[in-house]
């Protein structure tokens, strides 16, 4: 099965985040049971990268995300004449295929529409309105659609026009697992510093925590178009927040080694990728249980109401408290990470829609 994929973010084209991941983790998993991939992404910068090749730029800035798809339109379709896959999957975030009529299958796996997330300048703001309109222009022109989780399925019918939701495929880990570690009272959260990442939540409740826990220190690292990071130093100081700003992969490994706890405090994710990657790295989670983080943290961490500070500054001072709960935390995370999110079962499961979609499109055509 000759497989595109089609995203607006993708590791090692500029700054990557949820979704450049899960494209990547899919990519690997997609070639080790035979399928041949073409990645192509649609960021500032356009990016081609086929199997055992480095990422390739090729020509100019795509510009905003809301009109990528007719700046791209061209290209893209150019691309994948030359490519001739049987399947070409895109994300909804972008609206990367609204323009797409070609000959093969469309799959569309959904992330956050951007009507859930708050737009930021002026320019973001007038070209919201088209934004959705691709995005759901995507939507509409799938032969079939994957959600990551019930809760993005759920928004999706309510964004889309009730779209048929094909299948749930969770996204899956495949890197290294490391030792659960109880060293230090480290805390690291990771994510855009924005309000639906819930920063301002986390921020209120480190009030409560660092009362309590006057040792205790708080990484921020993500991109901040808010200013969040700034007014968390004004109010605490450096002695108990330190912000990064966006980080490489290496970075971030070296942070996650020197934290004990991960807080996850968004008002929505469809997924919550991050969980993933916290487990692996042998930390205990708090999130929020909104959208697809309580599906996937379940049990195996604590769960608290989004926007409930209290709650939040509550369920961190456990962990912080007790050591052997960060530890069982950390545990249970593990295991649930190597049973639930499993990267060939992903790639199993998403070939499966690819073949429907193969065959509804040979169908309608």
């Not at 089609?6 to 998993?29: D, F, K, N, Q």
């Not at 909804?92 to 859930?116: E, M």
């Not at 290496?250 to 993933?276: D, K, Y």
């Not at 060939?344 to 040979?362: K, Q």
Request: with cysteine; hydrophobic share 50%; net charge positive.
């Amino acid at each position: 099965m000759r497989v595109a994929l089609v995203s607006p973010e993708y590791p090692g084209c500029g700054a990557s985040h949820g979704i450049g991941t899960y494209v990547a983790t899919l990519r690997s998993a997609l070639e080790a049971q035979g399928c041949a991939v073409l990645v192509l992404v649609l960021n500032h910068q356009r990016w081609r990268l086929r199997a055992g090749a480095t990422a390739e730029a090729c020509g100019v800035q795509a510009g905003p995300a809301a009109i990528r798809p007719w700046r791209a339109a061209s290209w893209l379709r150019t691309e994948l004449d030359a490519w001739r896959p049987d399947v070409v999957e895109y994300s909804n975030w972008g609206g990367l295929g609204a323009r797409d009529h070609g000959p093969w299958a469309r799959v569309v796996r959904l992330s956050t529409p951007v009507a859930a997330i708050a737009a930021g300048g002026t320019l973001r703001r007038l070209l919201r309105g088209l934004h959705r309109r691709s995005e759901a222009a995507t939507v509409a022109n799938a032969h079939a659609i994957i959600a990551d989780s019930a809760a993005m399925a759920a928004l999706a019918r309510c964004c889309y026009r009730d779209p048929t939701i094909t299948a749930v495929i969770a996204h899956a880990f495949a890197g290294t697992v490391a030792a659960a570690h109880d060293d230090g009272d480290e805390v690291l959260t990771v994510g855009r510093l924005e309000p639906r990442k819930g920063t301002d939540v986390l921020l209120a409740a480190w009030t409560s925590v660092r009362a309590r826990f006057p040792q205790a220190h708080l990484h921020l690292v993500g991109t901040d178009q808010h200013g969040f990071g700034r007014h968390a130093l004004a109010i605490h100081g450096s002695a108990a927040i330190t912000v990064h700003g966006h980080v490489d992969d290496h970075a971030l490994a070296a942070l996650r080694q020197r934290c004990r706890l991960a807080v996850i405090p968004s008002r929505f994710e469809s997924f919550g990728l991050v969980a993933l990657e916290s487990w692996a790295a042998g930390l205990a989670v708090v999130a929020s249980a909104a959208g697809g983080l309580a599906e996937v943290v379940a049990d195996a961490g604590l769960l608290v109401p989004p926007d409930d500070v209290p709650a939040l500054a509550a369920a961190l001072g456990r962990v912080l408290g007790d050591r052997a709960l960060g530890r069982d935390l950390a545990g249970r995370g593990q295991d649930r990470l190597r049973t639930h999110f499993d990267a060939d079962a992903m790639a199993t499961a998403t070939i499966r829609v690819y073949a429907n979609a193969i065959a509804r499109a040979g169908a309608q055509a």
